[in-house]
């Protein structure tokens, strides 16, 4: 991934600043219990949801033991329909193909439909150093990038903003990128959607070369597939003569037919709907009708790597629909920011840790962001473990040493010898009953845990020891 969330600091200390922000968590409380109620709502409606899970399931991880297979019938079936396939190590070789690829047409400007694999390699900022502009076309991206922000959330970049605030974007930069905002525009939905419509509407009609991302690539047409709610990725999908997809490895699935497993799925677990407003796909070139020249450039940046993780795999499962997050008591707490990528909650605890590896102090720390409570497992739609990949990532973490894991793991060493060891136990037991009013508050070298959290007292006899006075 690119360094472009790099530098934050790490979960706890990001964290610790958004759960003082009452505005942040009364916005994010209020979105996330919505979609999480009408998401349950919908998904209820389904007797054979849970054959529609496994089946997901199923269907991603014969996908990924065979990646290298359908990657190459993908590569086929787009040059056969006219298309252009580049394949990207990294974020920085993807940003150097799209800029030339812009750069070749003549243009200077672009727009775009959301797309997450732009975000990760910092798209944006790569054309931008090349004297190119990126208009973001989704309702949310565009609030997201007016306001000079970061997207919290994988479906609802903006969910952290509230009408209020939108109203005040708009007012104060939409002159500043094009169209203004009309004159007394209110914190109204309809004047707000109103405002941005007429704002896009000028750069979908100018824009000749459009850059999206894609949900399903299927391999056996070469047909690429982008789902959403508004109708701009449509515009954006269509209008410009030349179109460039950025699409990660994993987005591949074999045929139609496991696509329309996703169909199903996906829509329930993201915006609660039966089926999504708007369903685009498109395959290569056709003569006059759509963008005359295409190009999709397959992104890796770490999946590959993630990929030969046995345990980590299955986070390339995942279709980014988000319920996880809506359901997560971090997330609902910390809000996306905290976890300085543009994977935040649940899913991308595990997911960034893995593509940019747990080197950096961020990365170390997203694995620890979670209770463990496995709500985010119940609901995931492609039956992804987190919890369990969550535990993993901790063990890799650990592995790497520092004064925290270097503590924690004599902790463990010297409980694992005494709990080898009954007499000793007993004893210890015994003598932490006796000095129970001695205890400290604080645990020496522990602070960070129990500073936040209250030790439990002890009782005043060991229960083995009740044990043999009252049951045997």
Known sequence: MSGTYLGMPSFPKAAREAVHNE????????ATHTIRDK???AVAELADWAQLREAGKQIKDRTLRHLDEYLVQLEESVTAAGGTVHWAADGDEANRIVAGLVKATGEREVVKVKSMATQEIGLNEALEAEGIAAYETDLAELIVQLGEDRPSHILVP???????????????????WGRPAPEGLTDSPAELAEAARLHLREKFLRAKVGISGANFMVAETGTLVVVESEGNGR???TLPETLISVVGIEKIVPTWQDLEVFLQTLPRSSTAERMNPYTSTWTGTTDADGPQDFH???????????????VGRQALRCIRCSA?????????????HAYGSVYPGPIGAILSPQLRGTESEIDASLPYASSLCGACYDVCPVAIDIPEVLVHLRERVAGQGGRGHRLEKAAMKAAGWVLNHPAALAAGERAASRTRGLHPKRLPGAAAWTDSRDLPELPPEPFRDWWKKNRT
């Open 158 to 176: 903006a969910i952290h903003r509230n009408r209020g605030e939108i109203r005040e974007i708009f007012a104060r930069t939409m002159s500043e």
């Open 23 to 30: 505005t942040l968590r009364g916005n994010l409380r209020h």
């Open 324 to 336: 996880c997050l809506n359901v997560c008591p971090v997330y609902e707490r910390a809000g996306g």
């Open 235 to 237: 515009m954006c999908l």
């Open 296 to 310: 999709l450039v397959l992104l890796d940046n770490g999946r590959t790597a993630t990929l030969a993780d046995e």
């Open 39 to 41: 998401r349950a709502k």
